[in-house]
């Protein structure tokens, strides 16, 4: 939706609601529309589904953020008919900075050509659970949707509140300035490489075209994960992928 000059978005599910309001991560935050049904009643006994919309009021109320009770049918509507818990968001697009040079520290993933919005969303939520200080996109991956927000239940609005995840400038400037171990996934490399490492770049490309040779040439490792049965199914999905090598590549402790 538009409202004046800005363009909005519509977020939806609890997880997300929650940490768009708790992280300030959204430029703006428009309205917040709840089912009718889902009003503040002091008389009913409260369902799980009630104490939670309840909880997302009072933190719209907090930022003096409008409530719009509207209809089941609206909701699904600006949710484009997915999943919402009976509450919609209207907000900001995210806004993520432009990286000019590579990580010197931390542990870090750099994601190329990732364009399913749900695989995206899942690597999100993956790296906050898992100590990732900062996720770089390059290539074609997907725009940072309400999808997106809602397959990382959250996570996205961690990222984007702390300047956590950015999108690759150019890749010879980004590898020219990375200090950082380089550990690049593809199918023919090491397959039973385990680092301790407190800091380095996982570099994960796309399950079908993997990463191009502009990133795999900079890499100091090139690695793999076994598979059993690679002769009925060719690749893991790049979500289980890139928890597998997060957990593999870098020290547990950290």
């Given at each position: ?217 900079k890499a100091t490792t090139l690695v793999t ?30």
């Amino acid at each position: 939706s538009n409202q004046g000059t800005q363009i909005m978005e519509h977020l939806y599910g609890f997880n997300v609601v929650k940490a768009v309001l708790t992280c300030k991560s959204r430029q703006r935050i428009q309205r917040l529309f709840v089912h009718s049904n889902l009003k503040d009643n002091p008389k009913l006994t409260k369902s799980a589904l009630q104490t939670k919309v309840d909880q997302i009021m009072d933190l719209a109320r907090l930022e003096n953020i409008p409530i719009v009770h509207t209809s089941k049918l609206e909701l699904n509507r600006m949710a484009h008919d997915r999943p919402n818990q009976n509450m919609v968001l209207e907000a900001t697009p995210a806004k993520i900075c432009v990286s000019e040079s590579g990580p010197v520290s931390g542990r870090n993933l750099l994601l190329h050509n990732v364009g399913d919005p749900q695989n995206l969303g899942s690597i999100l939520r993956t790296c906050l659970l898992m100590n990732i200080d900062h996720i770089f996109l390059s290539g074609g991956c997907s725009q940072l949707s309400p999808v997106v927000a809602k397959a990382s239940s959250g996570a996205l609005e961690h990222f984007l509140s702390n300047d956590g995840i950015s999108q690759v400038a150019g890749l010879t400037k980004f590898f020219e300035s990375t200090t950082v171990p380089i550990m690049a996934a593809v199918c023919n490399g090491t397959p039973d490489i385990t680092t301790t490492s407190k800091t380095g770049l996982i570099c994960v490309g796309s399950e079908g075209a993997g990463l191009p040779g502009a990133i795999t040439s900079k890499a100091t490792t090139l690695v793999t994960l076994p598979m059993a049965r690679s002769d009925l199914v060719d690749s893991f999905n790049i979500s289980v992928a890139t928890a597998l090598l997060i957990n593999k590549l870098f020290s547990s402790s950290s």
